[in-house]
């Protein structure tokens, strides 16, 4: 219904518009519904120069141009308010046909040649008040386009990814690498992304909300690229956000679609092969000392200050293994060991996460999976035309995929599986789908606990660092100012 509808609003009603105007200027109505050919006939009606139409074919510019094509078009018409060409790019699909069929409405001329402006300069004269409207206008435009398919700025507000990327980070993400995902959800408050500020109201509508299209990009997404996209648990209650406006994770790709993925005692491995450990990754470490105190000048250095005391002489850190390599050389420290979630454990050692993915909607038919932090998997992460047989393994690994991402009627009866009111013993996905691991492994929230990234999902590709605060520090020492400019590797 909502593809109906948004078909209804952004193609046809703006078409009929376009065939009534472009008969008023003597021109086949036809015209006006032929992509692209009916913007190299709104600019001849305007008369700008015949190459702005090279300017409609470059992906990103011709959105700006074809607005500045349009506001000429309907000038050309005697619309020359402010409020008359907002209505027009804002709300195509109830002006356009409003004017084309408005017997006051009239093609007076080629709106950008010199005889127009001088037989309508009274009318096109512009106040103070409308040059800034106008600055204001072009510069929320631009900065929407901009951020929509170029790129776009974020803070890390979390500790998932520590020590590769910290708290307080502000990132540059790139649209262009994997290609720049369009608008789903249209109707949209500026710059804010789901909730508006100090009202804490929905920023966006949903009645109108289109179909899933991403633009050619430099690059898919590979093992070990660290990227943004939407939360996939806000599509459930009570937030039941749409997929462009549900909240923005950043964690690194571990797992590609056709990908086998496993953890073993912590260490990831892909297809049987062990994949790299982020260099300034962290985890939890258990450390034996010989009861003398450590030094608070090491902890600082060595960014032990999450250290938490244990009994007979031990603690346990969150760190990196330089740090932890770093430790073991103080005469003090006994020993290290990662500290692990045995193989079988359903419960991890750090009950602040609990794993709670797969086990989608089990029953007392479906054996429960035992996976935990440090020992998860094997798992296929899902491919495009990729089928998986139904059965009671897989159904609690892929049923959410199927059921919330790919838009079907799931229902469990017994040991059925039933899609779309039909038994079902086999599904085909129809879209790819990625496994994201936070850097800081025993301290980040990301697929397994809540399964796959569907590829209408992403967002983009983290880039490098250009600003790094610390709100812990003082006011002198807030900037970090050796993680200015850094790559994100």
């Given amino acids: 219904m909502n593809i109906i509808l948004a078909i209804i609003l ?16 003597g021109r086949p109505g036809w015209e006006g519904i032929v992509p692209l050919y009916n913007a190299y006939v709104m600019i001849k009606l305007c008369g700008r120069p015949t190459w702005w139409f090279i300017l409609v074919l470059i992906p990103g510019l011709n959105i700006l141009v074809f607005i500045g094509i349009l506001v000429d078009f309907v000038k050309s018409y005697g619309k020359f308010s402010l409020l008359d060409h907002i209505l027009a790019v804002a709300l195509p699909f109830i002006y356009l046909p409003k004017w084309g069929f408005d017997k006051n409405t009239k093609y007076i001329g080629a709106s950008a040649t010199a005889p127009f402006r001088e037989k309508y300069k009274i009318a096109l004269k512009k106040t103070a ?17 901009i951020r929509t398919l170029f790129i776009e700025a974020y803070v890390i507000p979390s500790a998932s990814m520590e020590s590769s990327l910290l708290i307080g980070d502000y990132l540059f993400v790139s649209k262009v690498n994997y290609g720049a995902r369009l608008p789903m959800t249209p109707v949209a408050f ?23 299209y991403r633009l050619p990009g430099l690059s898919d997404i590979k093992k070990g ?8 648990m ?35 491995f892909i297809n049987g092969k062990a994949a790299p450990t982020p260099p300034h990754g962290e985890m939890s470490y258990t450390v034996q000392s010989d009861g003398s105190e450590i030094n608070p000048q090491l ?14 002489n031990t603690f346990t850190v969150n760190t990196t293994l330089a740090s932890v390599n770093a430790l073991k050389g103080y005469s003090n420290i006994k020993s290290i060991v990662p500290t692990l979630s045995p193989k079988g454990m359903e419960d991890p050692l750090y009950p602040v996460y609990p794993v709670k993915f797969p086990n989608y909607k089990i029953t007392p038919n479906f054996p429960k999976f035992t996976w935990n932090l ?19 393994l897989t159904f609690p690994v892929y049923g959410r995929a199927i059921e919330i991402y790919e838009g079907n009627k799931v229902q469990v009866q017994g040991t059925d599986i039933l899609i779309n009111g039909k038994k079902a013993d086999s599904y085909t996905f129809k879209m790819n789908y990625y496994f994201m691991m936070g850097d800081n492994r025993h301290n980040s929230e990301d697929s397994r606990f809540w399964g796959f990234v569907p590829e209408d999902h992403i967002v983009g590709k983290a880039l490098f660092i250009w600003m790094s605060m610390d709100d812990n520090a003082s006011f002198l020492n807030k900037i970090r100012w050796s993680r200015l400019f850094n790559i994100i590797h």
Wanted: aromatic fraction near 12%; charge should be negative.
């Fill in 299 to 312: 902890i600082n250095d060595l960014h032990l200050e999450d250290l938490a005391p244990g009994i007979n």
């Fill in 234 to 268: 806000d599509a459930d209650s009570p937030l039941y956000r749409p997929v462009d406006k549900r909240e923005n994770y950043i964690k690194r790709c571990q797992g590609t679609p056709g990908d086998t993925l496993s953890v073993v005692d912590a260490q990831v």
């Fill in 129 to 145: 008040t409308r040059e800034w409207a106008d600055a204001i206008i072009f510069a929320v435009i631009a900065a929407t386009l």
């Fill in 374 to 392: 440090d020992n998860y998997g094997p798992i296929i992460v899902p491919k495009k035309g990729w089928t998986v047989k139904l059965d009671s």
């Fill in 190 to 212: 500026p710059f804010a992304h789901h909730t508006m500020p100090l009202i804490g109201t929905k920023a966006y509508w949903d009645g109108v909300e289109l179909p899933y």
């Fill in 225 to 232: 690229d660290v990227v943004v996209f939407n939360y996939p």
């Fill in 10 to 25: 952004l193609v046809i009603l703006p078409y009929v518009g376009f065939w009534k105007l472009f008969e008023k200027a």
